[in-house]
């Protein structure tokens, strides 16, 4: 978000947490938002605090942290800081322009962790529609961990270097039984991309069996027409 204040960043984090809360992407105290400064506003991070309702987010009360993740100000930073700082150090070698990270609980996305019929090395989706294969991209499931465990930042780098170095890079993963975290240049980017997944994901729900996917060259026209990461 490069030219953005902290002031701004912070009313930005307030506004689509409370859009995202108002619409039903996260309930409760679940989810989390963080946004990586510039170095021309001190670098280091904003993010929401533990246990915090992201409907109802004040911008003085996010927890301000510095560049190695050490809090500065704020209420208490969500335990989730050190998931977003490796996903801001691994995933902007691919895509320098990465400054948001949003996670919610979104329920379709994780009722399709739930089915006992998925495969555990499967990715969350396939291509099941133009636009999530253009605004999205390859989800792949992190197997379930408690919340906050650290291995799962370490699971979630390896997964983007892996389709990075591929020619796929990712902004999203999926944490099996938790929820979906999403990563782009802006919250509102972020926000429009968590949107996309839980749309593709309620389209999978509705049916009793697992939909088609586009074919490999209808997939490919769309690598060819948009740039898709496929």
Not at 46 to 59: K, M, Q, S
Not at 69 to 95: C, E, M, P, V, W
Not at 96 to 101: G, K, L, N
Not at 174 to 186: D, F, I, K, Q, Y
Request: charged residues 20%; contains cysteine.
């Amino acid at each position: 978000m490069p030219g953005v204040t902290e002031a701004q960043a912070r009313d930005e984090i307030c506004r689509v947490g409370r859009s995202l809360f108002e619409r039903g992407y996260l309930h409760g105290t679940a989810g989390n938002i963080s946004v990586r400064l510039d170095d021309a506003q001190g670098g280091g991070f904003l993010i929401t605090p533990t246990d915090a309702c992201l409907g109802f987010l004040e911008p003085a009360r996010l927890a301000r942290l510095d560049a190695q993740a050490r809090q500065l100000s704020g209420d208490r930073a969500s335990k989730t800081i050190a998931l977003h700082a490796r996903i801001y150090s691994a995933s902007r070698q691919f895509d320098p322009e990465v400054q948001c990270v949003v996670h919610t609980h979104s329920t379709r996305c994780v009722a399709l962790t739930l089915r006992p019929d998925r495969p555990a090395s499967a990715e969350l989706l396939g291509a099941l529609t133009p636009y999530f294969v253009m605004k999205v991209g390859h989800v792949p499931v992190i197997p379930y961990h408690r919340p906050g465990a650290l291995e799962v930042a370490q699971q979630v780098a390896q997964a983007i270097g892996r389709y990075g170095q591929a020619g796929t890079p990712i902004r999203a993963v999926m944490l099996a039984r938790l929820g979906p975290t999403v990563w782009h240049e802006s919250p509102a980017a972020a926000m429009a991309t968590l949107e996309e997944l839980e749309e593709t994901a309620r389209l999978a729900c509705l049916g009793a069996s697992a939909p088609e996917p586009l074919t490999d060259s209808q997939i490919d026209e769309l690598r060819q027409s948009f740039g898709a990461r496929w």
